[in-house]
C-alpha cells in the first residue's frame, strides 16, 4: 500500500508548477500587452510627429507661393509628374522652378514637398464673398495645391498631407485710405472721407471740428481716440453717423478696447491680419530685375534723366534692362522743339525741404502727342505703343534720374538717400493726345524721387489714373511755373507778411488720380514731429485759405518716403478746404488704373491626410 503522504506532495508538486505555469503565461500576456502598448504608443508618437512636420512643409510651400504674389509675379515652372504611376520628386522626375520638388528637416525627419497650379493657371475673377473682411472687393485669383510628405530617420514614410489653397490679389486702390504704418487722421476743417480705410499698424483718430467715415475701418494694430503727436481726444469723429466717443478721458496713449468697437457693428475693427504689400523699394528702378518692381519691369515708357560727364543732364528712354533704346530716345528729344515733352528745371523751391531742386518737367499733353504720332515707343508686349493701349490696363510712364551715386536710387531709407530731385508733370487736365479720336485707356506715372502734380489733373474725360512717387505735392492753377523762395517786392506790407507765412495765394484745384506715396512718421508724441496725417497726406505750398482742393481717388501709402526729408512743421502753407473722397469708379475692376498694386492673402479649400 502506497503511502499517502507521497501522493499529497506529488499532487502539490503539481500544483505548484500548474500554478507556475499560469503565472509565467499571465506575465508573458502582460510583458507582451506591455511592449505593443509601447510600439503603438511610439507609433502614435511619430504619426504625430511626423504630422507635424509634413504640415510645416506645407506652411513653408504656401508661404513662398505667397512671397512670390507679394510683387506682381505668379510662381513658374513645371510640377513634377504622377502620370502614367510615374512617383514625384524621383530622380528624373523634380519639376522645376517654383513648383519644383524641395526637401525639408523638420523634427528630425525629412519632408519633401512640391507645388502643383490648378485650373491651368488661369485666374478667376470675382467678389469676395459676405461674411468676409473684405466683403464686397473685387479681386483676381489662382489655385494651388502643395503635397508634403514626412518620412522618418529609417525612410518609411510617416504621413502624406496635401493643401488646396486660393492666392487672392486684391487692387489696393479699392480703399480711400490704405497705410502700411500707422494711420492718422486729424483734420482741421470738417472732413468727410467715403469708402473703406485700412493700416497695417495702429489707427489714430481725431477731429478739430467733425471727421465722418463712411467705410468699413480696419486696424491690426489698435484704434485710438487721440493723437498720435500727443493731442488729446476732441472734435466728434463718426463712422455712418454712428459717433466714437472719447474713451478714459480722451487721454492720449489710450487704446479704445475691442468692446468699445461693437457699437459699430463690425464696421470698426482692430486686431486684424497683416496685410501683404510691395514695399516703397518697389518704385525704384530695377534693371536686374532682383526687385521683381512690376512699376518697372512692366512701364511702357522709362525716361531717364541721366548726368553728363560735363555737367547737365540728357534724356533717355531705356528697356526693361536699362539699356537705351535709340529710336524712342531720338524721338523723345526730336518731339515739339517749343514744347518738348520732358524738359529739365534747376529753380524748383521746395519751401518743405528748404532747398532748390532739379525736376524733370513733363507736358503731358505733348508727351502723349509724341508717342501716338512717331510711332516709334513700344509696350511691354513689343508692339507699338499707342494712347489707346489696353496692354496691363493702359499706359504706364516711369520716370527716374542716374546721376552715378547709389543713394539717389537706393532701396531703403538712410540719411545719405535724400536727393534733390524731383518731377513735375502739367497740362495734364486731359489726359492723352487732345485728339478726340485717340481715347486713352488709362495712365499710371511713376518715380521714386517726389513728384508734384501742377494744375487740374484728369478732369476733362476723366481715366483711370495713378500717381505713385516718393512723395506727392499738389499745385493749383494758380502756379504757372514755380514758387520763389522770397515773397515778390511787389507786394504791399500785409500781403508780403501772408505770403511769408503761407505761400502764394492758391486758386480752386481738382485732381482725380489715386495717389500711392511714403510718408513722414510721427516720431514723438509732439506737434512739432507730427507727420501732418491723412489730411496733409498730399503736400501744399500755398495759401489755399477758403480755397477748394477738390480730390477724387484713393491715398495709399507703403511706407516712409525714401528721398525726401521735410516734417509738417517745416511748411509753409495754409490748409484747402478739402472737398475729398473716394473714387467709386475704383470698385469696378475695369476702371482701375494700370499697374494698381495689391496686397495678398491665402485662403485655404482642401486639407487631407492620405493613408
Known amino acids: ?59 513653408l510651400r ?11 509675379r505668379r510662381p513658374e515652372g513645371v510640377s513634377p509628374s504622377s502620370s502614367g504611376g510615374a512617383v514625384p ?15 525639408y528637416t523638420i523634427g528630425g525627419r525629412k519632408v519633401m514637398t512640391y507645388t502643383q ?25 489662382y489655385e494651388y495645391a502643395v503635397q508634403s510628405v514626412a518620412t522618418n530617420a529609417s525612410g518609411e514614410r510617416e504621413t502624406t498631407l496635401e493643401m488646396k489653397f486660393q492666392s487672392r490679389l486684391v487692387p489696393l486702390f479699392q480703399f480711400a485710405a490704405f497705410y502700411n504704418k500707422d494711420l492718422e487722421i486729424h483734420p482741421g476743417p470738417a472732413m468727410t472721407l467715403g469708402g473703406r480705410v485700412h493700416t497695417n499698424a495702429n489707427l489714430y483718430l481725431n477731429a478739430n471740428a467733425t471727421l465722418d467715415i463712411a467705410g468699413k475701418t480696419t486696424a491690426v494694430g489698435d484704434i485710438y481716440r487721440s493723437g498720435k503727436d500727443g493731442r488729446g481726444c476732441s472734435g466728434a469723429v463718426r463712422f455712418s453717423t454712428v459717433t466714437m466717443p472719447c474713451y478714459a478721458g480722451g487721454g492720449t496713449g489710450i487704446k479704445l478696447p475691442p468692446g468699445e468697437l461693437t457699437r459699430f457693428g463690425g464696421n ?5 491680419n497683416l496685410l501683404t504689400v510691395p514695399p516703397m523699394s518697389s518704385l525704384a528702378p530695377d534693371p536686374t530685375g532682383a526687385n521683381e518692381s512690376e512699376l518697372w519691369l512692366q512701364a511702357d515708357v522709362r525716361v531717364v534723366a541721366k548726368k553728363l560727364s560735363a555737367g547737365g543732364f540728357e534724356f533717355n528712354v531705356v528697356n526693361a534692362d536699362n539699356s537705351l533704346n535709340g529710336s524712342a530716345t531720338a524721338a523723345l528729344n526730336n518731339c515739339t522743339p517749343g514744347n518738348p515733352p520732358v524738359s529739365l528745371s534747376t529753380d524748383f523751391w521746395d519751401a518743405r525741404e528748404a532747398k532748390f531742386l532739379t ?34 490696363g493702359g499706359m504706364a510712364w516711369h520716370f527716374s534720374f542716374d546721376d552715378g551715386n547709389p543713394n539717389t536710387n537706393a532701396l531703403i531709407a538712410s540719411a545719405a538717400t535724400i536727393t534733390n530731385y524731383g518731377v513735375k508733370i502739367r497740362n495734364a487736365a486731359r ?26 489733373y484728369n478732369t476733362d474725360n476723366k481715366k483711370p489714373a495713378a500717381l505713385i512717387a516718393d512723395a506727392i505735392n499738389v499745385l493749383s492753377n494758380n502756379v504757372t511755373t514755380n514758387i520763389p523762395e522770397d515773397a515778390p517786392a511787389s507786394l504791399k506790407d500785409d500781403e508780403r507778411t501772408a505770403w511769408i507765412r503761407s505761400g502764394p495765394r492758391a486758386s480752386e484745384t481738382t485732381v482725380n488720380a489715386a495717389f500711392l506715396s511714403g510718408i513722414d512718421e510721427t516720431t514723438a508724441p509732439t506737434l512739432s514731429e507730427y507727420n501732418g496725417g491723412l489730411q496733409n497726406y498730399p503736400r501744399f505750398h500755398e495759401n489755399w485759405n477758403n480755397i477748394f482742393m477738390r480730390y477724387r481717388g484713393s491715398f495709399v501709402s507703403l511706407g516712409n518716403s525714401i528721398h525726401v526729408k521735410g516734417k509738417q512743421r517745416e511748411t509753409r502753407y495754409s490748409a484747402p478746404q478739402r472737398d475729398w473722397n473716394f473714387d467709386t469708379d475704383f470698385n469696378d475692376a475695369n476702371k482701375l488704373p494700370p499697374l494698381t498694386p495689391r496686397f495678398v492673402y491665402l485662403r485655404q479649400l482642401l486639407f487631407a491626410r492620405t493613408w
Open 1 to 59: 500500500m502506497k503511502s499517502t503522504a507521497k501522493r499529497t506532495e506529488g499532487i502539490a508538486l503539481v500544483t505548484a508548477l500548474i500554478f507556475m505555469a499560469m503565472l509565467l503565461t499571465v506575465l508573458t500576456a502582460y510583458l507582451t500587452m506591455s511592449t505593443t502598448e509601447a510600439r503603438t504608443s511610439r507609433a502614435s508618437s511619430n504619426s504625430v510627429e511626423g504630422f507635424y512636420a509634413a504640415e510645416g512643409g506645407l506652411n
Open 62 to 72: 504656401a508661404e513662398l507661393v505667397r512671397t512670390r504674389f507679394k510683387g506682381y
Open 89 to 103: 520628386c524621383t530622380p528624373g522626375n523634380m519639376g522645376s522652378g517654383d513648383m519644383a520638388c524641395l526637401e
Open 117 to 141: 497650379v490648378l485650373n491651368g493657371g488661369v485666374p478667376s475673377i470675382g467678389v469676395v464673398e459676405p461674411g468676409d473682411t473684405y466683403t464686397g472687393m473685387n479681386y483676381q485669383q
Open 268 to 272: 470698426v475693427l482692430s486686431g486684424q
Open 359 to 392: 525736376l524733370i518737367e513733363v507736358d503731358q499733353t505733348s508727351l502723349m502727342k509724341c508717342i501716338q504720332n512717331k510711332g516709334l515707343f513700344t509696350n511691354t508686349d513689343g508692339n507699338v505703343l499707342r494712347a489707346d493701349d489696353t496692354s496691363g
Open 431 to 456: 489726359l492723352g493726345p487732345t485728339s478726340a479720336a485717340v481715347d486713352l485707356t488709362g495712365l499710371t506715372i511713376t518715380t521714386n524721387q517726389q513728384l508734384y502734380v501742377q494744375g487740374d
